[in-house]
């Protein structure tokens, strides 16, 4: 059995913090479609230049472009003891291709990280993200007010200067339009999920370390097994693998 894994939630609820430690302490590889596409953008590639407007305005990337991306990256050898999701799917057509990606791949375990959108507002005008490699401030347990001087999460990053930058869709007039399109997109699709046995919810307002130790406890519940299993469960498949 792998360990897959979905983040849902709306912008700011703290799913990418969560996927990245979660990802890192069970040994299988966070799969951001944010990240990706602002990769792409900072690197000025094609797929680049084709979303940077659309992500700016706070809209969401074509359905078919999207899914080709997580489909050709779910189906490298890391993610095939597991993985977890952040920021895909996002509409009822994401969710089905997915589906269709992991039918043969075990239970999806789908997790939604619930947080009140003015909460949302506040923390997302706050966040900032390194702008030479992208990693997020608070996935080093930072707020953005008091940050460490440098990154540190490259080589490069370490060697140059500060580089903490707001997202160019952080603002609050594009956060509102993202939390719009998540409320009429996004929320009806959890509702897809809701139903499933590998469904589960998690309250949002509690701390960083609550939330993770939340986290684990769902996902284990959800696979019937103790938490301390989880990291076996890779360990086996990745075994079985090689
Ligand atoms: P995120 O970092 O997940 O908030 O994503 C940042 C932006 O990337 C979104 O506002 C969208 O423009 C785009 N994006 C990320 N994931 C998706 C997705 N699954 N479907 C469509 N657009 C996406």
Same mark, same amino acid.
């Given at each position: 059995?792998?360990?897959?894994?979905?983040?849902?939630?709306? =912008?700011?609820?703290? *799913?990418?913090?969560?996927? $990245?430690?979660?990802?890192? /302490?069970?040994?299988? =590889?966070?799969?951001?479609?944010?990240?990706? !596409?602002?990769?792409?953008?900072?690197?000025?590639?094609?797929?680049?230049?084709?979303?940077?407007?659309?992500?700016?305005?706070?809209?969401?990337?074509?359905?078919?472009?999207?899914?080709?991306?997580?489909?050709?990256? !779910?189906?490298?050898?890391?993610?095939?003891?597991?993985?977890?999701?952040?920021?895909?799917?996002?509409?009822?057509?994401?969710? %089905?291709?997915?589906?269709?990606?992991?039918?043969?791949?075990?239970?999806?375990?789908?997790?939604?990280?619930?947080?009140?959108? /003015?909460?949302?507002?506040?923390?997302?005008?706050?966040?900032?993200?390194?702008?030479?490699?992208?990693?997020?401030?608070?996935?080093?347990?930072? %707020?953005?007010?008091?940050?460490? $001087?440098?990154? &540190?999460?490259? $080589?490069?990053?370490?060697?140059?200067? =500060?580089?903490?930058?707001?997202?160019?869709?952080?603002?609050?007039?594009?956060?509102? $339009?993202?939390? %719009?399109?998540?409320?009429?997109?996004?929320?009806?699709?959890?509702?897809?999920?809701?139903?499933?046995?590998?469904?589960?919810?998690?309250?949002?307002?509690?701390?960083?370390? &609550?939330?993770?130790?939340?986290?684990?406890?769902?996902?284990?519940?959800?696979?019937?097994?103790?938490?301390?299993?989880?990291?076996?469960?890779?360990? *086996? %498949?990745?075994?079985?693998?090689?």
């Amino acid at each position: 059995m792998a360990l897959n894994l979905v983040m849902l939630g709306p =912008p700011g609820a703290g *799913k990418g913090t969560q996927a $990245e430690r979660f990802a890192r /302490e069970h040994g299988i =590889p966070k799969v951001s479609t944010g990240d990706i !596409l602002r990769e792409a953008v900072h690197s000025g590639s094609e797929l680049g230049r084709a979303v940077k407007t659309v992500m700016e305005r706070g809209e969401l990337v074509g359905d078919e472009l999207i899914i080709g991306i997580v489909r050709e990256r !779910l189906t490298r050898p890391d993610a095939m003891a597991g993985f977890v999701l952040d920021g895909f799917p996002r509409t009822a057509a994401q969710a %089905k291709a997915l589906d269709e990606i992991t039918a043969t791949r075990g239970p999806v375990i789908c997790v939604e990280i619930q947080v009140p959108d /003015e909460e949302l507002v506040r923390r997302v005008r706050g966040r900032r993200v390194c702008d030479d490699c992208g990693a997020n401030a608070d996935a080093f347990g930072h %707020k953005a007010d008091e940050l460490p $001087e440098l990154c &540190q999460n490259t $080589e490069r990053c370490r060697s140059i200067g =500060p580089k903490w930058v707001a997202r160019s869709d952080d603002s609050e007039s594009v956060v509102r $339009e993202r939390l %719009k399109i998540y409320w009429r997109d996004t929320r009806p699709m959890i509702e897809y999920y809701s139903a499933r046995p590998t469904f589960r919810v998690i309250d949002g307002l509690q701390s960083p370390e &609550q939330v993770r130790e939340a986290l684990v406890a769902a996902v284990a519940s959800a696979l019937g097994m103790p938490a301390s299993q989880l990291r076996t469960l890779v360990a *086996k %498949k990745l075994g079985a693998q090689a």
